[in-house]
């Protein structure tokens, strides 16, 4: 009696995986009516001059990288609904519902300074209607390039050195790298790019010259060129002149030209092609070749004996001999718009092979798949591989596992899907029939497994999904499970089960680690030298690491706003007390203290930085000790009414504490003439909470605790938080220099929260 072969297809799991990496595990678009598909074409548009097809393939693995790096965003009112890494992983098509969005881009290095690395941005609103809709997502060089002519090396100044620099970097051109480009991004507090041009005149008197370039602006290229010119006597006997040249960038686009792949035409090419009850069907593949095909080689399996290994299919006598046998070779030769190229198109060949049913249906029974491997070589040089599978027996016919188990969540792509002490996860379900499946999970390091079913809506919908699911479309339906009472900074082994079968690859993740707030009970306190002047704020040394406080600003007027007291404390012996004042008797001066760091002063007003590096953590609250006892409105600015709606003169002051999780430090001014306060709306913010107090908190004399929540937006399920802001004020609107000067807070022991 002959026993039944059953195959598990181990490429059926690569194939589920690349289906559930591409989907992000993002939920629907928030809209009302019908629904639309998008096709994103993403460029990158920099730095370049004239582009011939030789450096064209010259600099095709630095533009590859981009499109590997780039991280595609797209956005509606609610925040971010779909995050894609890598450009060429973003699906052929996208639904979404009609509605109004916005796609961004990143790609590169985002550095402060640099001779090398560059950072690209792609911004575009767009409309999704009923249909198809294509949107060409231009990434831009973002950086405010710097450059010095090689002219200015006979200005007639020896040990000529040229420094441009900002507040966050600078880079410094000597001889040796004169020829170079410097690439700055700017940070947003700081428009203004410096220079400071240094050598010595021919006499050997040193020779210095600093100047400011204003209002600098992102891809473009400023020049400085330094000349000599014959002068009188009373001048040193010449004249050194130092001219800036601004130039936009060159921006030529630059396009990436893919290695060929092969693409079935009305089925998926990456899985079994399998003999149906009426025989086969016409299988038709397509591949495609930029600047030409130069050859498509053809690899047949052992049982394909009409076929011999290597041929070329291109080839005129194999085309007439594949056609003989029913085998379709078709070439289509075209021209396609490249604007990166000197002649402004490249060829393209889009090759067309058809397995005709006859022949599919002619071939011998066998008990193993027939195989053929392609491997296509385009005019770049680029080789793709491809291969197609058929199956004409129920021995050679893969019969996928019942279930199978997802890779652990991607920390960058679903941050918010493993937290400290519970975690979402995914397998992938393949026969409908099956019931009691779910994920099982255990301490690495144990023995015993815990078994986790999904909810009996979330099971009944995967099994609905696979039913229904459309002809040619990956067997296979997603389910969830939400694991609780886990343990922080603890490694998790899980495997999918189902009754009868367990044999599933053992996957694990990690929860994430509980993050401690530096100084969190106020028991540090230093100084800083700003000036003349010795600056407090929370920490060691002189060196503001975590905390700062608005005191640079008051010590312009000789006020210390925040400082330690022993007058209270939860812990230890000291708080911090955020006590407001007048400056000069006319201008509040808010008590006030922040994670980050204050940057510098613009006058009476302050430039700062709010956030510090952070483990990218979900804790559900903030929790701190305080005291709040808000003194009677007097300092108000009437210039600034508009923005004072909820406070009035007389009235009591308003403190605030409020907590936020970003993507990045936020950059704030209270200039009013270039004013940036914190929003959040700003599409950097990824969660927010606050408490603000318009009357006392707290018994006298003592602090109590209040738990603030936390609440993440919608772009916090796919983006990482990288920075922690933590700001208290004893003056909330201190920013518009309104408030009590007899205000005052205390603050001890702060804590993140996880539940």
């Not at 059926?12 to 939920?27: G, R």
């Amino acid at each position: 009696m002959n026993k039944k072969v059953i195959k598990f297809a181990a490429s059926f799991a690569t194939v589920a995986t690349a289906i559930l990496l591409h989907s992000c595990a993002m939920e629907s678009p928030f809209g009302n009516g019908g629904e639309g598909l998008l096709t994103i074409d993403t460029r990158f548009r920099g730095d370049v001059s004239v582009v011939t097809r030789a450096n064209t393939r010259a600099e095709a693995a630095e533009q590859e990288t981009l499109r590997e790096n780039c991280v595609v965003y797209i956005e509606n009112s609610r925040g971010v609904i779909r995050k894609y890494k890598g450009a060429d992983n973003i699906p052929s098509s996208i639904s979404l519902n009609v509605g109004s969005y916005v796609a961004e881009a990143w790609s590169g290095d985002s550095v402060s300074a640099s001779f090398s690395q560059k950072f690209y941005r792609g911004y575009q609103p767009f409309e999704v209607t009923e249909g198809t809709n294509t949107l060409t997502l231009h990434c831009n060089i973002a950086n405010v390039l710097a450059s010095v002519t090689p002219e200015s090396l006979q200005s007639g100044l020896s040990d000529l050195k040229v420094e441009f620099s900002h507040s966050r970097g600078s880079l410094t051109f000597s001889e040796e790298n004169i020829n170079e480009k410097g690439y700055f991004m700017m940070p947003n507090a700081d428009s203004d790019l410096s220079y400071k041009v240094t050598g010595l005149q021919d006499d050997g008197t040193p020779f210095l010259r600093e100047g400011k370039i204003e209002n600098v602006k992102r891809a473009h290229e400023y020049r400085l060129n330094i000349t000599s010119e014959a002068g009188s006597v009373h001048d040193g006997g010449a004249l050194i002149r130092i001219r800036i040249l601004e130039v936009p960038v060159i921006d030529e686009t630059v396009e990436i030209f893919p290695a060929p792949t092969l693409k079935g035409l009305d089925f998926n090419a990456a899985e079994q092609i399998v003999k149906g009850s009426e025989g086969f069907t016409d299988v038709r593949v397509l591949l495609i070749g930029y600047e030409g095909m130069s050859s498509i080689l053809w690899n047949p399996s052992a049982n394909f004996a009409q076929f011999e290994p290597g041929m070329n299919i291109l080839n005129k006598d194999v085309m007439t001999s594949l056609e003989a046998m029913g085998i379709n070779v078709e070439v289509v030769k075209s021209k396609d718009a490249a604007p990166s190229l000197e002649d402004g198109e490249v060829d393209v060949d889009e090759v067309y092979v058809t397995f005709s049913k006859a022949f599919l249906d002619a071939l011998p029974e066998s008990s193993e798949e027939y195989v053929i491997e392609f491997e296509s070589t385009n005019g770049f040089h680029k080789t793709g591989y491809g291969t197609l599978r058929f199956a004409n027996s129920d021995d050679a016919i893969e019969h996928p596992a019942p279930i199978s188990t997802a890779p652990a969540p991607n920390p960058v792509s679903e941050p918010m899907a493993v937290l400290a002490h519970s975690a979402t996860l995914s397998g992938n379900l393949h026969d409908s029939e099956v019931t009691g499946f779910g994920i099982r999970y255990r301490e690495q390091g144990t023995s015993s497994w815990t078994e986790v079913y999904p909810s009996g809506s979330n099971a009944a919908a995967a099994r609905h999904a696979l039913r229904t699911s459309a002809p040619m479309k990956a067997p296979s339906a997603k389910f969830s499970v939400q694991l609780t009472g886990l343990k922080p900074s603890t490694t998790y082994e899980y495997q999918a089960f189902s009754p009868g079968f367990d044999n599933c690859e053992v996957k694990m993740f990690t929860t994430e680690a509980i993050y401690q707030i530096p100084n969190s009970s106020m028991e540090e306190w230093s100084t800083y030298a700003s000036g003349n002047k010795n600056v407090v704020f929370p920490g060691s040394g002189s060196e503001r690491t975590f905390w700062d406080s608005g005191n640079q600003g008051g010590a312009v007027a000789s006020i210390t706003m925040t400082n330690q007291s022993s007058d209270m404390a939860h812990s230890g012996m000291y708080s911090a007390k955020l006590a407001s004042a007048a400056a000069m008797g006319i201008v509040l001066a808010a008590g006030n203290i922040f994670v980050g760091s204050f940057v510098k002063t613009d006058g009476t007003n302050g430039v700062l930085s709010f956030g510090r590096p952070y483990n990218g953590s979900h804790p559900s609250k903030l929790r701190v000790y305080a005291n709040y006892r808000p003194g009677t409105v007097n300092l108000y600015q009437n210039a600034n009414a508009e923005f004072l709606t909820e406070i009035n003169k007389g009235e009591s002051d308003h403190g605030q504490i409020y907590v936020a999780f970003t993507d990045e430090a936020i950059d704030i001014r209270t200039n009013p003439n270039n004013r940036k306060l914190f929003s959040t709306e700003d599409t950097h913010v990824l969660a927010y909470g606050q408490v603000t107090w318009k009357e006392a908190f707290g018994p006298d004399g003592q602090l109590e605790a209040i738990d603030i929540p936390i609440e993440y937006f919608e772009r916090a399920h796919s983006t990482a938080a990288t920075h922690l802001v933590l700001v208290a004020c004893a003056s909330k609107f201190g920013d518009f220099f309104t408030g009590s000067s007899s205000s005052v807070m205390y603050l001890d022991d702060f804590e993140l929260i996880y539940e």
